[in-house]
């Protein structure tokens, strides 16, 4: 399987046709494997419901009211990127929001509403979620022990990694990895 893909690759956060794209690939990759690895398919499914709560948080009971006014705020497209490269290039290293939001001359309070409005999850919450992504494309590319590899993803220890890789996609890191190199 893949390593976990990213709604954003090649396409601008909101794009509905790269996330759908990212969707389709997910789902068909848990019909292929439903049958012969029932872990992968998991994988898949939680990974593309994880994108799904992500791109729409309304409960059910605001999705049937009165459609939510249109998006005001959040951070200019350069501004963004900038923040994407700077997370990018210091996932091994702690990444305080202080910093990111000093990077946008906003304070902490304004950056987190801005970026939360942008990427659709708090600042912790996405840096995160791509430390466990890199966290996949470092297992499956790598022999690393699981130890180093949190330790190269800027998380605290191997079990900082398990609880945030089973939280995110519902399985442990090594048996993930063990599905991948099977």
């Known amino acids: 399987m893949p390593p976990i893909p990213n709604?954003?690759?090649?396409?601008?956060?909101?794009?509905?046709?790269?996330?759908?794209?990212?969707?389709?690939?997910l789902l068909s990759d848990a019909e292929?494997?439903?049958q012969t690895d029932?872990?992968?398919?998991?994988?898949?499914?939680?990974?593309?419901?994880?994108l799904l709560e992500t791109k729409w948080r309304h409960?059910?009971?605001?999705?049937?009211?009165?459609?939510?006014?249109?998006?005001?705020?959040?951070?200019?497209?350069?501004?963004?990127r900038r923040v994407e490269d700077y997370i990018e290039e210091n996932l091994g290293n702690p990444v305080p929001i202080?910093?990111?939001?000093?990077?946008?001359?906003?304070?902490v309070r304004h950056f987190t509403l801005a970026f939360t409005q942008s990427f659709g999850q708090p600042p912790h919450g996405y840096i995160v979620r791509r430390r466990i992504e890199r966290a996949n494309q470092l297992m499956v590319r790598t022999e690393e022990p699981l130890s180093?590899?949190?330790?190269?993803?800027?998380?605290?220890d191997q079990s900082h990694l398990t609880k945030w890789f089973r939280r995110l996609l519902g399985v442990t890191?090594?048996?993930?990895r063990k599905t991948q190199l099977a």
């Not at 690759?9 to 969707?23: K, R, S, V, Y």
């Open 59 to 80: 409960p059910p009971e605001r999705a049937r009211s009165a459609p939510p006014a249109p998006a005001k705020g959040g951070l200019p497209p350069r501004t963004m």
């Open 32 to 34: 292929r494997s439903l």
């Open 148 to 156: 180093q590899i949190a330790l190269d993803c800027g998380l605290a």
């Open 173 to 176: 890191p090594s048996a993930w």
């Open 7 to 25: 709604p954003t690759n090649g396409h601008h956060p909101g794009d509905e046709a790269g996330l759908a794209d990212t969707l389709m690939a």
């Open 38 to 50: 029932r872990d992968g398919a998991r994988w898949s499914i939680v990974r593309a419901r994880s």
């Open 98 to 107: 202080v910093d990111l939001a000093e990077l946008c001359r906003l304070s």
